[in-house]
Structure formats: structure tokens, C-alpha cells
Nanobody, 123 residues
Framework: QVQLVESGGGSVETGGSLRLSCAAS????????MGWFRRVPGKEREGVAY???????NYASSVKGRFTIFKDNAKNTLYLQMNSLKPEDTATYYC?????????????????WGQGTLVTVSS
């Protein structure tokens, strides 16, 4: 199974930007879907964005227009560019991957997960 390692989290003020990275290793050739999810303590994990092997993307309505998901296939790395950050974006962000032939902003649709990286947005 693919191994995923996130980086790039940190603290930023409202309106600031961060770029998260997710390095994938092992069995990356059969991945169809990769995505970013986030979780606030006490709440369910929420889908943020995904990208397919055909570069089709989808975003949660709460981040559309502010976040951009993209990947560098040569580096086996997934990114999430986050702009115009808001305090409600504060969460632990997880990278995920799926070998299935469909993609969704549903945690149950993904097969492998990274350990998470914390993003804190202060007002």
C-alpha cells in the first residue's frame, strides 16, 4: 500500500496562505484518486478536495475559490495551496489516496492515509 507523508502545516493569520505537500511512496502507479481531508477535534473528517489521475478536481464548497489541489507526478507529490485562510480552516489536514476507479469527498472512498499536519489560522 502507498505510504503518504504530509508536510507544510503551521500557524498563519487570517487572510494568509499555506501550501501543504504530501509525498507518496510505494505502489504509486495504480493510484487513481488523491485528496485532502481535514478534521477538527470532536467533528467528523471532512473532504476538502480531490484530484484524479486524469487531473479532474473537485472541491468542498467551503474552500472553492480559495484552495487549489495539484500534483507533480514526477515527484509523486500532492499539494494543496491554501489562500485567504480563515479561522474556520483550522484543522488537522490529511492526505489520502485510493486505488478504486472513482473519487469522492468521502473518507470511506479512500484507502490510504497520511499522519496529518496541523494548520492553525488565527484571527
Amino acid at each position: 500500500q502507498v505510504q503518504l507523508v504530509e508536510s507544510g502545516g503551521g500557524s498563519v493569520e487570517t487572510g494568509g496562505s499555506l501550501r501543504l505537500s504530501c509525498a507518496a511512496s510505494r505502489y504509486t502507479g495504480s493510484i487513481y484518486c488523491m485528496g485532502w481531508f481535514r478534521r477538527v477535534p470532536g467533528k467528523e473528517r471532512e473532504g476538502v478536495a480531490y484530484i484524479t489521475s486524469y487531473d479532474t478536481t473537485n472541491y468542498a464548497s467551503s474552500v472553492k475559490g480559495r484552495f487549489t489541489i495539484f500534483k507533480d507526478n514526477a515527484k509523486n507529490t500532492l499539494y494543496l495551496q491554501m489562500n485567504s485562510l480563515k479561522p474556520e480552516d483550522t484543522a488537522t489536514y490529511y492526505c489520502a489516496a485510493s486505488y478504486r476507479d472513482h473519487c469522492a469527498l468521502d473518507p470511506d472512498a479512500l484507502d490510504a492515509w497520511g499522519q496529518g499536519t496541523l494548520v492553525t489560522v488565527s484571527s
